[in-house]
């Protein structure tokens, strides 16, 4: 069985449809769905996502949306997130996140960083690991995530730097996200780090709606989806199709503090 690790099921792409979504990937075999936040405004629709069975969520402020974001979200996030770890335990988040620095928008890096490391202080002190998008940062991420010494580390999404990069986050204690970037033919230095990286250093993800794998571009993407990862990411590494599912379950399960396998 697959779970998908990244998935933005709350978002409006899926709001007439959410349910047959989620149908078609458990059909393809994906049983477990991770779901992170990205603003405030959502935080309600990711936690009634949470109601799930099959649903764990991660609550946080993305730096995609910074200009969405206000100071008094931080106090509001670790508040949430403290009620919901200690008096809602059916929908306790399982990681803080989507955070991180995304280098496309250098005019607002001050304030990504800013948001980012109060995030990361919120998850030290909540002893939460963290869902970090990075792109265009891996070097200055991977730094900071050493400097912090998170308690319980976490996923860097969607990775597509190179092995040296990947392994600085390994040795930092965190997995790789694996999604559609790896289905691409011309993504020859990202398939080169996905057959060298160890068992235990990767999870599968699509980011639904978003990153389309190769043959879908400019359609929505879905969980069910992770199926086709797994396949390439199984090529890529000379291993069974079974063997990549169970590691990426294996490594979300530990990561996420996941109480079971299914």
Known sequence: ???????????????????????????????????????????????????????????????????????????????????????????????????????????????????????????KRCRLPVVVHCVKANDKVSQRLRQQALPRAGLVHAFAGSYAQAAKFLDAGYILGLGGAVTYERAQKLRRVVAALPDDGFVLETDSPDMPLCGYQGQRNEPSRVAQVAKVVAELRGQCLSTVAASSRDNAARVFGLNDHS
Not at 83 to 89: E, H, K, M
């Open 1 to 123: 069985m697959l779970i998908d690790a990244h998935c933005h099921l709350d978002a409006v792409a899926f709001e007439t449809d959410r349910d047959a979504v989620i149908d078609a990937a458990k059909a393809v075999g994906v049983s477990r769905f991770i779901v992170p936040a990205t603003v405030r405004k959502r935080w309600p629709h990711v936690l009634a996502l949470g109601e799930r069975d099959d649903v764990r969520i991660c609550l946080g402020l993305h730096p995609y949306f910074i200009e969405q974001h206000h100071l008094d979200d931080l106090t509001a996030l670790e508040t949430l997130v403290n009620q919901r770890l200690y008096d809602a335990p059916q929908t306790r988040p399982v990681a803080i996140g989507e955070c991180g620095i995304d280098g496309r928008f250098t005019d607002s890096l001050d304030a990504q960083w800013h948001y980012f490391d109060a995030q990361l202080s919120i998850a």
